[in-house]
Nanobody, 116 residues
Framework: VQLVESGGGSVQAGGSLKLSCVVS??????MAWFRQAPGNEREAVAA??????STYYADSVKGRFTISRDSKKMYLQMDSLKPEDTATYFC???????????????WGQGTQVTVS
């Protein structure tokens, strides 16, 4: 399983970005988005089940971020961005449902999001 993120960039506070994660290999796994800012530990952002029917969000992004997926990609729509959302965002995947725990076995290389 290989994961490749895209869609990061620089945006002003209040703006929006949409991240994508392309999945190669076995696709019907549980998936999640994590982020890590310099000097901070990696933290969970959102997670989604293989069907997309179940989703979980960190309290810090509820109501602003939306996780979704289709047969080829996972997405993270980020609205009302804040400077504290600045971080490298990673997608993750695993056959086991880890929800917002960082136990996923497969990880992408990350994409940078900067909010000023």
């Amino acid at each position: 399983v290989q994961l490749v993120e895209s869609g990061g960039g620089s945006v002003q506070a209040g703006g929006s970005l949409k991240l994508s994660c392309v999945v190669s290999g076995y696709k019907s796994y549980y998936m999640a988005w994590f982020r890590q800012a310099p000097g901070n530990e990696r933290e969970a952002v959102a997670a989604i089940s293989p069907s997309g029917a179940s989703t979980y969000y960190a309290d810090s992004v509820k109501g602003r971020f939306t996780i979704s997926r289709d047969s080829k990609k996972m997405y993270l729509q980020m609205d009302s961005l804040k400077p504290e959302d600045t971080a490298t965002y990673f997608c993750a995947s695993d056959p086991q449902w880890w929800h917002l725990m960082a136990n996923y076995n497969y990880w992408g290389q990350g994409t940078q999001v900067t909010v000023s």
